[in-house]
């Protein structure tokens, strides 16, 4: 990882390599993607409880993303206390009333009509989980030393993705959401001022009546977010 004093380059065989002809590429890739098209964000959540180890083990796996530098500037603070949740429901729903009442601008208000949101959170005291992320600003040695971290907001982005990944894989269904501004969730949480809420995630497995917006599985053809040189 990186240390206060000097680290020096070493390399080392690449472990675990993957014998694959093109066809086996070409099929993995096809069935991920398949398995992927089968993820849906929903907010009606199920009361089912969830075991801590599952949640462990996708944070395990989003935690092996790669990162600037390799310093690996999240931190995922998972949230399962009842009491805890309904304190960040409320102060979400602060922020969200404000945000309807104008605070997000008449086009933006507009975009989300057909997504079918408001201010009312339900899905932040229902889901088992609460998954918060949190973005490094910068780190700090044993000393109070602070050292830089680089590149911060891509390499969360992708740890975040992987989690999202290792979720659905592991048969839950997850929900981002992002109040604006989020430092309630510091004090709340006791994260340190290096670190900046950037999404919370609602985990658990989908209501048995669980619904999504018909506009959420209109995506973007491959020709449109794709270009080859």
């Given amino acids: 990882m990186f240390a206060k004093s000097d680290l020096s380059y070493e390399p080392i065989p690449l472990p675990d390599q993957q014998d694959m002809t093109d066809a086996d590429r070409r ?11 089968t993820r849906h964000t929903v907010r009606d959540f199920a009361e089912t409880e969830v075991s801590r180890d599952v949640i462990e083990d996708c944070v395990h796996t989003a935690g092996r993303a790669p990162s600037g530098a390799n310093h690996q500037p999240w931190h995922f603070a998972c949230v399962r206390s009842p009491d805890l949740k309904a304190q960040i429901r409320e102060a979400a729903e602060e922020e969200e009333r404000a945000f309807y009442d104008g605070g997000g601008g008449d086009e933006w208000i507009k975009a989300l009509e057909p997504l079918g949101t408001g201010v009312d959170k339900p899905h932040l005291t229902t889901a088992p989980w609460l998954i918060v992320v949190f973005a490094q600003r910068w780190g700090e040695f044993e000393d109070g030393t602070r050292f830089k971290n680089y590149y911060v907001p891509e390499s969360v982005g992708i740890a975040t993705g992987f989690l999202i990944s290792a979720l659905h894989h592991s048969g839950l269904a997850c929900l981002t959401h992002t109040p604006n501004p989020m430092k309630f969730l510091n ?33 973007k053809p491959l020709d449109e977010i794709m270009s080859v040189l």
């Fill in 27 to 37: 099929a993995a890739a096809r069935a991920y993607f398949e398995f992927m098209s």
């Fill in 187 to 219: 004090g709340l949480l006791r994260r340190p001022a290096s670190e900046k809420p950037v999404m919370i995630l609602a985990v658990g497995e989908p209501a048995p009546d669980a619904t999504i917006p018909k506009v959420a599985t209109m995506k």
